[in-house]
């Protein structure tokens, strides 16, 4: 039975609240997780993880948090910031993501706050579908 979008925030929600050890009003659709959630890079491999356990996917860390290999490619990076071919090809990799804040400043320091809860939401709804 598929699963509403209520349901997979909730689990997403569940999911971060466990991983990352924050209260559940925190855990808000808009909440970037490393700005509001003090998410670290480390946390991510577990946050797959639960992800993984808790809606039965297989998730490649690469395909839900893909910019690694953006910012170390140095196509994609000019002075600090994403070139337009990188912000092209993070759009790719990341449909799931609405990029209409960061492209007005696409520092790489920015980059974490792509990843939000509403994010991990689209990216399950989008694997469920």
Do not use: C, W
Request: proline fraction near 4%; charged fraction near 30%.
């Amino acid at each position: 039975m598929a699963m509403s979008r209520d349901e997979i925030f909730k689990e997403v929600q569940g999911v971060l609240v466990d991983a990352l050890g924050v209260d559940e009003e925190e855990v808000t659709p808009e909440a970037k997780l490393m700005g509001d959630l003090g998410a670290e890079s480390i946390d991510f491999l577990d946050i797959v993880f639960r992800m993984e356990k808790a809606f039965g996917l297989k998730i490649p860390r690469e395909e839900l948090f893909p910019a690694e290999n953006i910012i170390t490619n140095k196509d994609y990076i000019s002075n600090g910031k994403l070139t337009h071919l990188g912000i092209e090809e993070l759009r790719k990799r990341m449909p799931h993501t609405d990029f209409n804040a960061f492209v007005d400043d696409p520092s790489i320091s920015k980059i974490g706050d792509l990843f939000t809860v509403d994010v991990l939401v689209n990216f399950v709804e989008g694997k469920l579908k």
